[in-house]
């Protein structure tokens, strides 16, 4: 294991800074037995509000693909595809759109191909983020809705551009990452999955979305972050999930949690 991470594990990486997990709240996701193809293998696994359930694995190990099927990305196995239920109900998105409308929003780990419209500017990005609820058209977003919109958000988490009307090509990484995030938070979900929250972005940017995260978590709602670096997994979760070959294989909690266990979960 410490050959594969390049470095001692000595399991106290976050030594005086561990900490009580958030208390769990509702149950807001229970997976059952989900299978798809030979990505994601017969897994079962359950996420409540109020908390940030990391899931962490290696490459090829099924994360963003259970991830991507709970949000209706993906489709699971047509039979014998497992059970998902959301909110204690029985649920079987084809698409992201009734997944988004219900309260479930997938942020991608790739946000260059899929997550802005990088010609566009940051308002029309949001907007666009708002209209996929699903509008009533009588009450959709206007382009001046779209710029106040934009700028409330923009102002939250902290997005350094000159206007609401910047293209979203001119910024840094880390504020393009900040305008995804807008745009699926505005959809007001009750279960955000956030895949690599903070790949390619700056020091600085990681600090501020960690602590967005966290607030986010505060505030009720069941978040879920999907990443490959464990000191991120360790400082943001409450409850751990650890995905290898398809399944998720073991789950602790973060007071119990070591990155030699994680890792060693991971690979055997």
């Known amino acids: 294991v410490q050959a594969m991470v390049g470095r001692i594990l000595s399991g106290e990486l976050y030594a005086g800074e561990k900490r009580k997990a958030r208390p769990m709240g509702k149950k807001i996701l229970s997976v059952e037995n989900l299978s798809m193809g030979n990505t994601v293998r017969n897994t079962s696994f359950s996420v409540f509000a109020g908390q940030v359930t990391g899931m962490f694995g290696l490459v090829g190990a099924g994360r963003t693909e259970t991830m991507k099927i709970v949000a209706g990305v993906l489709k699971r196995d047509y039979f014998h595809g497992g059970t998902v239920r959301f ?135 069941a978040v879920v972050v999907i990443s490959s670096y464990l000191p991120e997994i360790l400082a943001l979760s409450d409850r751990i999930l650890v995905a290898r070959q398809g399944r998720v294989v073991e789950e602790m909690d973060i007071a119990e949690a070591t990155e030699s266990r994680i890792m060693y979960a991971a690979v055997h």
Do not use: C
């Not at 084809?94 to 991608?108: F, K």
């Not at 899929?114 to 996929?132: C, D, H, K, P, R």
């Not at 929250?197 to 940017?205: A, I, M, N, Q, S």
């Open 87 to 221: 909110e204690d109900r029985p649920v079987r998105y084809r698409t992201p759109r009734p997944a988004v409308r219900d309260g479930i929003v997938y942020v991608t780990e790739d946000r260059k191909i899929e997550g802005f419209f990088e010609t566009m500017t940051i308002a029309s990005n949001v907007q666009l983020g708002a209209l996929a609820i699903g509008t009533n058209p009588l009450t959709a977003v206007t382009p001046r809705n779209a710029r106040e919109l934009a700028t409330a958000w923009t102002k939250r988490l902290g997005v350094k551009a000159i206007d609401a009307d910047a293209r979203v090509i001119e910024l840094s990484g880390g504020n393009q990452q900040k305008v995804v995030l807008s745009k699926a938070l505005i959809q007001k979900p009750k279960l955000v999955v956030l895949d690599e929250p903070t790949r390619g972005v700056d020091v600085g940017t990681i600090v501020e979305i960690h602590s967005f995260i966290n607030e986010l978590a505060d505030s009720g709602m």
